[in-house]
């Protein structure tokens, strides 16, 4: 059994979990829309939140029972942040943040859970934020935000945001382009960020786990020093579920910091 | 050289970036712990401060297991 599995790891690399494979093959005016399991993941994550939030509201009492007073901590937990971050105008980017917030904290858990052994390949577990394009689309769309709003606020103010007052007249030529610059990179940073770290830890757990097979099949000594990768992978599991939840939590807190330079640009 | 062998060679090069993130990240938790030693009541107002830190650093490590991932499979 030990050697099936170890020609099964052989088969399948660390990276072979990204792989995106059609569920159902949809095409579209010669456009491939098939739904794939990142499209499937990414259903089960909303379809989880929006259950759950369905439960915890349905009854809603003055003292909450346990599912309601879960979604009031999360409620008020990015309540604070974005009051905090953005002060007072932060009111009505609450359901934007949130709404990311809990998305990327459901989507980083649910990329957690193991697969059901022996299911076919397109059906195992899958991190929807470890591809590049969903995370830089989310990016994209909070700078899409910060740049209408920002616009729309403070009208031409808003390029104060890249010569900041009080600066001397010497220093523009200089500082102006960095701004303009690490403006310009943020997309891209708050992107690969909850890309790459979701791709790093998912790599490095199937790495571990590879090594725990890997050793079992060399059989004698060897598969006796076997424990020593599971309790790494273990420990990595750890790692990865703290990770999940604070990249969700910076991404968050990034967004408001973005949105906050927007709103108080012309103050600078 | 042979092309495979330069990608490998470069993809290690690429993983150099950790040793700065690895210090970054040292200094980051050890200030926030020595200042929260000294004072603890102060310390809880600034774990939001030290996460968004912790991000932004570990993103430099990040970026180089990008590159490195970007030499062994783009191209």
Same mark, same amino acid.
């Given at each position: 059994?030990?050697?099936?599995?170890?020609?099964?790891?052989?088969?399948?690399?660390?990276?072979?979990?990204?792989?995106?494979?059609?569920?159902?093959?949809?095409?579209?005016?010669?456009?491939?829309?098939?739904?794939? *399991?990142?499209?499937?993941?990414?259903?089960?994550?909303?379809?989880?939140?929006?259950?759950?939030?369905?439960?915890?509201?349905?009854?809603?009492?003055?003292?909450?029972?346990?599912?309601?007073?879960?979604?009031?901590?999360?409620?008020?937990?990015?309540?604070?942040?974005?009051?905090?971050?953005?002060?007072?105008?932060?009111?009505?980017?609450?359901?934007?943040?949130?709404? =990311?917030?809990?998305?990327? =904290?459901?989507? *980083?858990?649910?990329?957690?859970?193991?697969?059901?052994?022996?299911?076919?390949?397109?059906?195992?577990?899958?991190?929807?934020?470890?591809?590049?394009?969903?995370?830089?689309?989310?990016?994209?769309?909070?700078?899409?935000?910060?740049?209408?709003?920002?616009?729309?606020? *403070?009208?031409?103010?808003?390029?104060? !945001?890249?010569?900041?007052?009080? !600066?001397? #007249?010497?220093?523009?030529?200089?500082?102006?382009?960095?701004?303009?610059?690490?403006?310009?990179?943020?997309?891209?940073? =708050?992107?690969?960020?909850?890309?790459?770290?979701?791709?790093?830890?998912?790599?490095?757990?199937?790495?571990?786990?590879?090594?725990? #097979?890997? !050793?079992?099949?060399?059989?004698?000594?060897?598969?006796?020093?076997?424990?020593?990768?599971?309790?790494?992978?273990?420990?990595?599991?750890?790692?990865?579920?703290?990770?999940?939840?604070?990249?969700?939590?910076?991404?968050?807190?990034?967004?408001?910091?973005? =949105?906050?330079?927007?709103?108080?640009?012309?103050?600078? | 050289?042979?092309?495979?062998?330069?990608?490998?060679?470069?993809?290690?090069?690429?993983?150099?970036?950790?040793?700065?993130?690895?210090?970054?990240?040292?200094?980051? /938790?050890?200030?926030?712990?020595?200042?929260?030693?000294?004072?603890?009541?102060?310390?809880?107002?600034? %774990? %939001?401060?030290?996460?968004?830190?912790?991000?932004?650093?570990?993103?430099?490590?990040?970026?180089?297991?990008?590159?490195?991932?970007?030499?062994?499979?783009? /191209?």
């Amino acid at each position: 059994m030990i050697d099936a599995a170890f020609r099964s790891f052989q088969a399948a690399g660390p990276m072979e979990q990204f792989e995106i494979l059609p569920i159902v093959e949809l095409t579209f005016g010669g456009l491939d829309i098939s739904f794939t *399991n990142s499209a499937l993941w990414m259903t089960i994550g909303v379809g989880l939140i929006v259950a759950f939030f369905y439960a915890a509201t349905r009854r809603r009492t003055l003292i909450p029972g346990r599912t309601q007073s879960i979604a009031e901590i999360l409620h008020e937990f990015v309540a604070n942040l974005v009051r905090d971050t953005i002060g007072h105008d932060g009111k009505k980017f609450f359901p934007y943040v949130f709404t =990311l917030f809990i998305f990327i =904290l459901v989507a *980083n858990y649910v990329g957690l859970l193991p697969s059901i052994p022996g299911a076919p390949h397109e059906l195992h577990t899958f991190t929807t934020t470890s591809h590049i394009i969903v995370t830089f689309a989310l990016a994209m769309v909070t700078i899409t935000i910060v740049l209408i709003y920002g616009f729309a606020k *403070n009208g031409l103010k808003f390029l104060k !945001l890249f010569a900041p007052s009080g !600066l001397p #007249i010497w220093l523009m030529p200089i500082l102006v382009p960095i701004e303009i610059i690490s403006f310009l990179s943020r997309p891209i940073s =708050l992107g690969v960020r909850l890309f790459a770290n979701m791709l790093a830890g998912h790599i490095i757990l199937k790495l571990f786990a590879g090594f725990v #097979i890997a !050793l079992l099949g060399a059989g004698g000594f060897a598969s006796v020093l076997a424990i020593a990768p599971f309790l790494g992978s273990v420990a990595i599991f750890l790692l990865e579920f703290l990770v999940a939840a604070l990249q969700a939590y910076v991404f968050a807190i990034l967004t408001c910091i973005y =949105l906050s330079d927007a709103a108080h640009a012309a103050e600078h | 050289m042979e092309v495979e062998a330069a990608k490998l060679i470069g993809a290690g090069i690429a993983a150099i970036p950790l040793a700065g993130a690895g210090v970054g990240l040292g200094l980051i /938790f050890g200030n926030f712990l020595a200042g929260a030693f000294r004072n603890p009541s102060a310390a809880a107002a600034n %774990q %939001q401060t030290m996460l968004l830190a912790f991000a932004l650093t570990e993103f430099t490590g990040l970026l180089g297991f990008v590159i490195a991932m970007i030499i062994l499979y783009a /191209f």
